[in-house]
C-alpha cells in the first residue's frame, strides 16, 4: 500500500468498512446472514451454540479480556453475544450500524488464536463462530480496508503484497548473487523439475525481509538439499482470504500453490517460518479444496530446521550466547504440535532458553495473528492495548535474564515488534533462522 | 503428438560423455534434453557473473552475465532466458533475439514446433513477446499468460484500469481484463485468470471474477449468461466452438458447457477437465467424495479412488484409454483405466502412450534413481536421471533418454526386449 494511503484512521473510519455499508440495506443483511447460516455453517456452529451455557470460563484464556482489566465485552463469549448470537436471536434482522461493529469486533478484537477452545468444558471453538461472523462481513462488503486489499493482492498476483511476475525470480536472483559472494556456488535452484522440496515464503519475505531468503538458501545449501523455488506463481504460501472469509479465493491461493509443487514434482514442501499460512495449507485451504490432508507432505521451517540439526546436516559451530525466550505461534504449536521440537533447535542453536509462561499450547497470542495486524494501522493500538498481557509475559522473561525473543513466525514477529517498542520491554527480536544462519557451520 | 519420423529410431546406443564438465566449468546446472535425444545440455559458470550453456560438450559462442530456464523446444532449438549489462532476453541455440528488455520470464513453449514466448516487462510497463515481437500494447500489470496449441498466438491477464493498491473500492469496479495478441477485450473485470485460447488461435477464454462473488467464464469479452460461486479454467473443444469449464453450485462441482451443465453429477471437486484428440470424449480428476480422487470420464468417476491426489490426466492418442497418476500416502500409482499398476513409486511421471493405446510407460523415480517403467514392468536402465520415454511412430520402439554415471545415454528399445 503506498504512503499516502497508509495515513493512520481514526478507529471507526475505515473505509472498508464505512464505504461497503453505506449501501447495505435490511433486506441484504438478512439475506446474506440467512444464506451464510443455512447454507454453509450445518451443524458445527448449531451445536456449539445450544451447547453454550455462557459459564465464561473461556474469558480467562483471552488476551483481549485480561488486558483490558477483566471487560466482558472482549471475552470470548462476550464477542460472539455481541455479534452471533445477535444475528440468530434476531434471525438476521440486524442494522448496517450492527454489521459495522461485528466487522471491527471480528476481525480486529479475536485472532482466531483458539486458546479460549482450550478452556471451555465443551471445547467450543470460538474462532470458528468469529470466522462465521467474518464470512458474512466478506459477503456483505464490508471486510476492513487493510486486509481487504491484501486478499486482492493475493486474487491478482497469488501473493499477498502485490509482487509483480517479474520481481519475484528478480529478487530470488538478486539474493542469489548476493549469497555467492558468501559461498560462490551457491544456487537458488528455480523450477527444477524433480527437486526433493519446493521451498515457498510469504510475500513479505522478497518485499521487505530479502535475507530471509539468502539466509534460507545458505541453510539449504550447507545441508546439500536437493529444493527448488518456482519463479512463477504458486511461490506464496500465505492465505489472509482464509482470514477475510473469501472461502473460494483461499482455495485458488492453496490450489496454486500445491499444484505448483505437484508440477515441479517435490516431494515435500518445506515453507519459511510463516504460523498462519501453515494453517492455510494443512488444514483450512486443502480441506476446503477437498483434500483432506496436504496432498503433498508440508514441513514447517521449525520442523525443517529440527530436521537438519538432529540429522547433522547443519551442525552448530558456536551457539548464540545471549539468552534467549521462545515465543509459541499459535497456528504452529496449539495447531500444530511443533513446541518441542522448537525448543530441541532452539537448545541446539542457542546457550539458553528461558521459558516464557505460560508458554507452548497455553501460550498467549501474539494479538496480531488471525488477519489482525493485516487490518493495518487503523488497528495497531488495539492490538497493541489489546495485549498488555503479553507485555507483561516478555518482561517476566526479562528479568529471568531473556535477552532476545525468538519468534517462529511473519505475524508474531511484527505484532510482538509493537509490543516491545510500545511498552519499552526491551527485547531483541529474531527468527530462527536469524540465529541458525549465525551460528551453523558454513564451507 | 510429436512427429518423430525423421529421428534415428535405427542406432541402437548413442553416449555423450559429460565427466569432464564439471573440471571445466565453475559449476554445472541441471541437463535438459531434446526430444529426439540427440542432445543433451546445461548451464555453465564460466566465472564470475559469466554463464553459458553446453551442449554435447560444445558452449555457445558466447557468454551471458546470467542464464536460467534452459529448455528445448519440440523442434530441437535450445532456449534460454539470458541477461547482458542489465537487459533480459532469450537466446535460441546461443543467438539472443534482437530486442532487449526490462526483464523476461514465465516462458511458454508450443506444444509440436519450434515457437516461444515470454512474458516482458519493459519500464515497468508489461505485455508479452512472441518469438523476439512484443506486443504493441503494454499495460501496467500482467499476471496470467497463454500460448495457443499452433504457438503463434498469446495471451494474457492484463491491467486495463490504474488502480493503486489500496484503492479497494475501484479495484472491485474492474480493472483487469485480456489480451489477445495484445488487444484487450472491452470488458473489465475484477479478475482474469487461467486464459486459453482455442485451436485456430482465434478465440480466447478466461475465469473471470465479475465481483467478488460472481464468477463465470469469459469467452472473447462475452461472459456466459450464468454466475457461479466458482469456478476453474476454461477448455476449447478441439475441432467446435465450445468450452467447458468446471462450476461450483451449492457448494459442489459440475461440469459446464457455454453456461449449460454438462455434467450435472455433482463432485467435491472437478478439475483437469480435458477432451479427448477427437473431442468426443472428456476426461476430469474429480473428488467423488471428500478426500477421495480419481478419474471421471463423460461424468462418471472410476470405481477406484485415491485418498491423497490424483494428476497428470491423459487421453491415448486413439481417445479410447486414459492413464493418469495417484498417490496415496507417499506412494505414487500409474492408473490406466482406472487400474493401478501393480508397481508403485516415490515420485512417477505422467504416462506416455503408444500411439496406438497398446503400450504405456512413464518416466519413475524409486530410492533415489530414475527409471522407465512399460506396460508395469520396470526397465533395467536404472540411471542417475530420465526423461520421459517416448515411443516410435510405429510404437514398436520406445526410446529411452537417460543420465547414468555422467554419461548421458540416448538408447532405442523395441518394445518387446525392453523388460530384458
Ligand atoms: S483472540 Fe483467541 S482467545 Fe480471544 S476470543 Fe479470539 S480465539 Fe478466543
Ligand atoms: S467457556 Fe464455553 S460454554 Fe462457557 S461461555 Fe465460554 S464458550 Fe460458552
Redesign the interface.
Given at each position: 500500500?503506498?504512503e499516502a494511503?497508509?495515513k493512520e484512521t481514526p478507529k471507526g473510519l475505515d473505509?472498508?468498512i464505512e464505504?461497503g455499508a453505506s449501501s447495505l440495506t435490511g433486506e441484504k443483511i438478512e439475506g446474506v446472514i440467512k444464506s451464510v447460516l443455512d447454507?454453509?455453517t450445518g451443524a458445527r456452529l448449531k451445536t456449539y451454540v445450544d451447547t453454550c451455557i455462557h459459564c465464561g470460563l473461556c474469558s480467562e484464556a483471552c488476551h483481549y479480556y485480561l488486558s483490558h482489566d477483566n471487560d466482558p465485552r472482549y471475552s470470548p463469549v462476550g464477542k460472539v453475544k455481541q455479534t452471533m448470537w445477535e444475528m440468530l436471536r434476531k434471525k438476521g434482522k440486524v442494522s448496517p450500524e450492527f454489521i459495522k461493529k461485528a466487522a471491527v469486533i471480528s476481525h480486529t478484537e479475536c485472532n482466531l488464536c483458539k486458546r479460549c477452545a482450550m478452556y471451555c468444558p465443551f471445547g467450543i471453538d470460538i474462532a470458528y463462530i468469529m470466522s462465521v461472523v467474518r464470512r458474512i462481513i466478506?459477503?456483505l462488503?464490508v471486510t476492513p480496508?487493510?486486509i481487504?486489499?491484501t486478499a486482492?493482492?493475493h486474487?491478482?498476483?497469488m501473493n499477498q503484497m502485490?509482487v509483480?511476475?517479474?520481481e519475484w525470480?528478480?529478487t530470488l536472483?538478486w539474493q542469489e548473487?548476493e549469497a555467492q559472494d558468501e559461498i560462490?556456488?551457491l544456487?537458488i535452484?528455480?523450477?527444477?523439475e524433480?527437486a526433493d522440496i519446493m521451498y515457498s515464503v510469504i510475500a513479505p519475505e522478497p518485499k521487505f525481509q530479502a535475507q530471509l531468503i539468502y539466509q534460507a538458501a545458505v541453510i539449504m545449501d550447507v545441508a546439500g538439499v536437493n529444493w527448488t523455488m518456482p519463479?512463477?506463481?504458486g511461490w506464496d504460501n500465505s492465505d489472509m482470504a482464509m482470514f477475510t472469509g473469501?472461502n473460494?479465493l483461499m482455495?485458488?491461493i492453496k490450489?496454486t500453490h500445491y499444484e505448483t509443487a505437484?508440477r515441479l514434482?517435490v516431494?515435500r514442501i518445506v515453507m519459511g517460518e510463516c504460523g498462519h499460512a501453515f494453517r492455510s495449507v494443512y488444514d483450512m485451504g486443502n480441506r476446503w479444496?477437498?483434500?483432506?490432508?496436504p496432498?503433498?507432505?508440508i514441513v514447517h521451517a521449525i520442523d525443517f530446521y529440527y530436521e537438519l540439526i538432529k540429522s547433522g546436516k547443519i551442525k552448530i559451530a558456536k551457539k548464540y550466547d545471549q539468552p534467549v525466550t521462545l515465543h509459541d505461534p499459535c497456528n504452529v504449536v496449539r495447531g500444530g504440535g511443533l513446541h518441542e521440537k522448537a525448543r530441541y533447535v532452539i537448545r541446539a542453536i542457542c546457550e539458553e532458553l528461558i521459558e516464557m509462561h505460560p508458554n507452548r499450547e497455553h501460550n498467549y497470542c501474539c494479538a496480531a495473528g488471525g488477519g489482525v495486524i493485516n487490518c493495518g494501522p487503523p488497528y495497531k493500538m488495539t492490538r497493541v492495548h489489546g495485549n498488555k498481557i503479553k507485555a507483561e509475559q516478555l518482561f517476566a522473561a526479562k528479568a529471568k535474564g531473556a535477552k532476545t525473543l525468538v519468534t517462529p513466525c511473519h505475524n508474531c514477529h511484527s505484532g510482538l515488534e509493537d509490543i516491545v517498542h510500545h511498552y519499552e520491554v526491551g527485547l531483541g527480536l529474531k527468527f530462527i533462522s536469524d540465529i541458525l544462519y549465525e551460528v551453523m557451520e558454513k564451507p | 503428438m510429436i512427429d518423430g519420423k525423421a529421428w534415428d529410431w535405427e542406432t541402437g546406443q548413442k553416449k555423450i560423455p559429460m565427466s569432464d564438465w564439471r573440471g571445466r566449468f565453475?559449476?554445472v546446472?541441471?541437463p535438459y534434453v531434446s526430444l529426439d535425444g540427440e542432445k543433451v545440455a546445461a548451464i555453465v559458470?564460466t566465472g564470475e557473473?559469466a554463464f553459458n550453456v553446453c551442449v554435447n560438450g560444445d558452449t555457445w559462442e558466447r557468454d551471458f552475465d546470467?542464464i536460467?530456464?534452459l529448455r528445448f523446444l519440440p523442434d530441437g532449438c535450445l532456449t534460454a532466458l539470458v541477461s547482458d549489462l542489465g537487459e533480459w532476453t532469450v537466446a535460441v541455440d546461443g543467438s539472443p533475439w534482437q530486442n532487449m528488455f526490462?526483464?523476461v520470464?514465465?516462458p511458454l513453449y508450443s506444444r509440436n514446433n519450434g515457437h516461444m514466448a515470454v512474458?516482458v516487462?519493459q519500464d515497468m510497463r508489461?505485455c508479452m513477446a512472441l518469438d523476439g515481437k512484443a506486443w504493441n500494447e503494454t499495460y501496467a500489470?500482467?499476471?496470467y499468460f497463454a500460448l495457443s496449441g499452433c504457438g503463434t498466438k498469446t495471451a494474457g491477464a492484463v491491467?486495463v484500469v490504474d488502480a493503486?493498491?489500496?484503492?479497494?473500492?475501484k479495484?472491485?469496479q474492474g480493472t483487469?481484463s485480456a489480451a489477445l495478441q495484445g488487444k484487450a477485450w472491452d470488458t473489465t473485470f475484477?479478475?482474469v485468470?487461467n486464459l486459453t485460447i482455442s485451436p485456430d488461435g482465434e478465440h480466447l477464454a478466461a475465469e473471470v471474477?465479475q465481483s467478488?462473488?460472481d464468477?463465470t467464464i469469459a469467452v472473447d469479452g462475452q461472459t456466459w449468461d450464468r454466475v457461479y460461486?466458482?469456478v476453474w479454467e476454461p477448455v476449447f473443444h478441439p475441432t467446435k466452438h465450445h468450452v467447458v469449464a468446471p462450476v461450483?453450485k451449492?457448494?459442489y462441482w459440475m461440469l459446464a458447457q457455454d453456461g449449460e451443465i454438462l455434467w450435472d453429477r455433482p463432485f467435491?471437486?472437478l478439475?483437469h477437465q480435458m477432451f479427448s484428440p477427437d473431442g468426443d470424449r472428456i476426461a476430469a480428476v474429480v473428488?467423488p467424495g471428500?478426500?477421495r480422487?480419481t478419474v471421471a470420464i463423460d461424468g462418471l468417476p472410476w470405481k477406484q479412488s485415491f485418498?491423497?491426489?490424483v494428476?497428470d490426466a491423459v487421453f491415448s492418442p486413439n481417445g479410447k484409454r486414459v492413464g493418469a497418476l495417484a498417490?496415496e500416502d507417499?506412494s505414487w500409482y500409474v492408473v490406466l483405466d482406472g487400474v493401478p499398476w501393480s508397481n508403485t513409486f516415490?515420485?512417477a511421471?505422467q504416462p506416455v502412450f503408444s500411439p496406438d493405446g497398446e503400450h504405456v510407460a512413464a518416466k519413475i523415480?524409486k530410492n533415489g534413481k530414475f527409471a522407465v517403467a512399460l506396460d508395469d514392468h520396470l526397465g533395467p536402465h536404472i540411471c542417475d536421471a530420465a526423461w520421459d520415454p517416448i515411443f516410435s511412430p510405429e510404437g514398436d520402439k520406445i526410446l529411452l533418454r537417460f543420465i547414468e554415471d555422467n554419461t548421458y545415454y540416448r538408447r532405442v528399445v523395441p518394445v518387446g526386449e525392453f523388460a530384458r
Open positions: 500500500m503506498t494511503a497508509k473505509q472498508g464505504v447454507n454453509e466478506h459477503r462488503g480496508l487493510y481487504q486489499d486482492h493482492s486474487a491478482v498476483t502485490w509483480k511476475g517479474d525470480p528478480d536472483q548473487e560462490p556456488c544456487r535452484p528455480l523450477d527444477k524433480g519463479s512463477g506463481i473469501d473460494e482455495g485458488r490450489r505437484s514434482k516431494k479444496l477437498g483434500w483432506r490432508e496432498p503433498i507432505p | 565453475g559449476w546446472e541441471e559458470n557473473e546470467k536460467w530456464h526490462g526483464y520470464w514465465n512474458a516487462q508489461y500489470n500482467i499476471t491491467q493503486d493498491s489500496g484503492e479497494i473500492h479495484f472491485k483487469f475484477v479478475n485468470w471474477r467478488l462473488y464468477y460461486t466458482c461450483r451449492g457448494g467435491v471437486q478439475w473428488a471428500y478426500g480422487w485418498k491423497d491426489m494428476t498417490k507417499r516415490d515420485m511421471w523415480e
